[in-house]
DNA sequence: TGAAATAAGGACATGTTAGTCTTTATTTTT
DNA sequence: AAAAATAAAGACTAACATGTCCTTATTTCA
């Protein structure tokens, strides 16, 4: 569905997020602990976030990566997902035609439709915030 | 969503039955090129088909693939993607949590839920028969 | 029986994704 | 000003998916 590197995108910015909230950043080393994920690899999907405006980076001791808590209603997830993965994920044939449309559908087309249109929507439609709030009242988990 | 290799195997496996109902037997060298993919390639995953009992091979002169009609409406999609890529896609944490469940969810669980359920149902209940009668009517296509 | 047509099998090649390592730049603290 | 803490950047490596090639086995046909 999702690679790795996007997957690990979501899920960094799900923490800073419910560190953001508490105004604290968080460092790159505390960030893949707590998420799970390698160090260098997360770091450079956190600098893809961070040259799309997703995340603010800043260097330097006491530095890390935090968000301005008042976009986190407007950031969705498929920002994420199309700085890191693209847009295929929801647009992509399922038998991996090229020329697979409406017009000229694959035999799986119709049926998988309402698959893609509900991912879409569902990704176009959850803000950060949604995603945070679990996480902050414990009801929901980035690890083990 | 699906691996290159289960693409080839479903709208191989399609065509196989498209001709099937004609009662004939079709090639692997027919086969790639009306379903448009890498000759070589394809042999290995109608292997796989063949050894999970969803295609029928006969080497030699005239050989080639075959489904027995009779089994159309009983082969679902599920089984295509099962001998192939496995049940993962649609059982699969979407944030690639390996401790994923209902009872300790990842923030996406919840609203990913219905997006995975729909897809295990739609594969679980498209058959082999369904996709096949649209291609036959020539109202969907295998390739451009 | 020999040749041709096919699938099966295994070794190899290529490409992409995932991941590491090292150096550089920036900021803060002392 | 020097040291420490951090992110950025780029080169490198590893693993896996995708794809090719060559040989072998089986079947049919002349």
Redesign the pocket.
């Known amino acids: 569905m999702f690679?790795?590197?996007c997957e690990?995108a979501i899920r960094a910015t799900i923490f800073i997020a419910a560190r953001s909230v508490e105004g604290k950043r968080?460092?790159?080393?505390e960030i893949s602990r707590e998420v799970d994920?390698?160090?260098?690899?997360t770091?450079?999907t956190?600098?893809k976030l961070?040259?799309s405006g997703i995340i603010l980076?800043?260097?330097?001791?006491?530095?890390?990566?935090n968000i301005d808590p008042t976009q986190m209603s407007a950031i969705k997830v498929s920002q994420i997902v199309m700085a890191i993965d693209g847009d295929m994920v929801y647009k992509r044939c399922s038998l991996g035609l090229d020329s697979c449309s409406e017009d000229h559908p694959c035999p799986f087309h119709a049926r998988f439709k309402p698959v893609r249109q509900d991912l879409q929507n569902i990704v176009e439609n959850t803000s950060l915030l949604d995603l945070t709030s679990g996480l902050v009242s414990g009801s929901t988990f980035l690890k083990v």
Not at 37 to 41: D, G, K, L, Q
Not at 57 to 65: E, I, L
């Open positions: 690679s790795k590197a690990y968080t460092s790159l080393k994920s390698p160090v260098a690899f770091a450079k956190l600098q961070s040259k980076s800043t260097k330097g001791a006491h530095g890390g990566f």
